[in-house]
Structure formats: C-alpha cells, structure tokens
C-alpha cells in the first residue's frame, strides 16, 4: 500500500541527498518538517517537490478539548508559514461524505468560516482586514462522473483566491500513525492515490495558484496489520486490497475535523476568529 505521509517515505530512504529534516517538540506534539528540493530524491519517496510538516499527538489527545485546542494552534502556525499571507482563501473538502473514514474533508470543509458573500454584501460587519474565505465539498468521480481535478480547476479559474487549501483523508502504511498524525504540505494531493485510486494530481501549477494540502490518514490496509503483526497474509487468503478504518471511525473523524478547521480559521482569521465566529455561526 502506498502511503501519503512523507515522513513514512522518508525513514524508508535515510540519508538520501536532497531531502532535509527537521524535529521539534512543542507542547506534547513531535512536529517534523522535510524538505524535498532534487527531483531524483522526489522520484525515490514518490512525493513531489516541496514541503512536508506532520504533527504527531498521542491519539487521546484528541478526545480532549484543551488538547484539540492546542493541537489546532500549533497546526495553523505551521499552515500560516505555507501560506505566505495569503488573504483570498478557497477552501476544497475532498472525498466521498457517504463513506465515513472518507469524510473528513467533506466535514473539515463545512466547518470553515466562509466570508466571501459578506464581503460583497455586507463589508461592513466583518472586522477590518477579515480574509475573503470560501469553500466547496468536490465529491468524487464515482458519484459526480467528473474528475475532481477539472471541477477544482474550473472553480479556481472561476474565483481566483490567492489559495487553495485542500483537505483530505489520507492512508498509511503504519497503524500507529492512524489518526493521530496530521500532514500540511505545499506540493498539491493527488485524490485517493493512497487506496490505489490515481487522479489527476492537484497541484499550485495546474489551479495556477498556490495550493496547501491537509489531511491525517484514517485507513491502512490490512497486508499492513499482517506484516506489523508477523502474521503471514499469503497463508489466510488476505486480500491485498482490503482496507481497514478503526471500529470509532465516526467520532475520529468528528474531532479530527474539528481540530483542521479551527486550525485552518486562526490561520485566515487569527484573532477575529472567536468574533467571526459568534457572528457567522
């Protein structure tokens, strides 16, 4: 199965020219940072060139609203870093609402503040300097028989932000790093390319607008669990393709979605969140 973390494909690949790290810890979070800057090095971990933050919380931390919080600080000032002051945002929840470890950008997406019809309407309720925010749920190709590369592009076209931030479900290749790892790159995401599904890729150079792309993977397959358990998945007829999502798929995908789009609101609204907030809500 591949994988969608970076940080995977990189202890994979040690020492591999082209590829920078750095790891910190701050308030109970491991936040690590790669760097892929050689187009050799990009072929190898399968990842384009760019940017790649995780950070790493105790799964529990999630159940905890103190420690969403915190979660959720952090994470916007690393987005806040990719973003480079970006004040028009495009907010793209990608995946299938109807399957729930699939969901969590669909539900990340109408959690964000969107502001664009106040600014056109009523400019005179939001605070001085509020970013132009909105968002759209793609669907996917199975449901809308269109790829969701030519509907984000021609929306992009169509709104012209200064960003576009696209929120997904990922996949890993380790179960311990099911959802309790969240990653934010400036490379783009190619849709379900985790579960084997290849789309076209969404990237800055095709929405011709820089891209963040932000996720925590929420399914491994199950040839993984065997091989991390030492049991031989060729001796029970194990499927190759079967994927696997935690038995609190529901409330995980509830609290993680929660956490991106707070993260993603202080990130475009920083200290006006909580008033935008009370007034949009």
């Known amino acids: 199965m591949r994988t969608d973390l970076a940080m995977e494909s990189k202890t994979k690949a040690r020492n591999l020219p082209g590829v920078s790290e750095e790891t910190e810890e701050k308030d109970g ?25 995780t950070l790493k919380a105790d799964p529990m ?9 915190c979660i959720a600080k952090a994470l916007s000032g690393e987005l806040r870093a990719l973003a480079k002051n970006a004040s028009h945002a495009m907010i793209v929840g990608l995946g299938n609402r109807f399957v729930t470890a699939d969901a969590l950008g669909t539900k990340t997406a109408e959690y964000v ?9 009523l400019p005179e309720l939001l605070p001085r300097g509020t970013a132009e925010t909105c968002s759209f749920c793609a669907n996917v190709l199975g449901v809308t028989g269109m790829e969701t590369a030519e509907v984000v592009s021609a929306l992009t076209d169509r709104i012209k932000p200064d960003i576009v931030i696209l929120v997904d479900s ?6 311990e790093h099911i959802g309790c790892v969240i990653q934010c790159n400036d490379s783009g995401i190619a849709p379900g390319s985790g579960v084997g599904n290849f789309r076209t890729m969404l990237t800055g150079r095709l929405l011709k607008v820089p891209v963040i792309a932000l996720g925590v993977p929420t399914v491994v397959s199950a040839e993984t669990i065997a091989k991390e358990s030492g049991t031989s998945h060729t001796n029970g007829g194990l499927r190759k393709d079967l994927i696997v999502a935690p038995k609190d798929i529901d409330a995980l995908i509830k609290d993680l979605s929660r956490v991106l789009s707070d ?6 609204f920083g200290d006006s969140y909580p008033e935008l907030e009370k007034l949009l809500r």
Do not use: Q
């Open 29 to 53: 979070l491991i936040i690590t940072r790669i760097d892929v800057t050689d187009r050799s090095a990009s072929e190898i971990l399968d990842k384009p060139i760019g940017r790649y933050v």
């Open 61 to 69: 931390d999630f159940m905890d609203r103190d420690r969403r919080a």
């Open 113 to 121: 503040l969107v502001t664009r019809h106040i600014h056109k309407h």
């Open 170 to 175: 990922l996949a890993a290749a380790s179960v």
């Open 263 to 268: 993260a993603i609101n202080l990130m475009l």
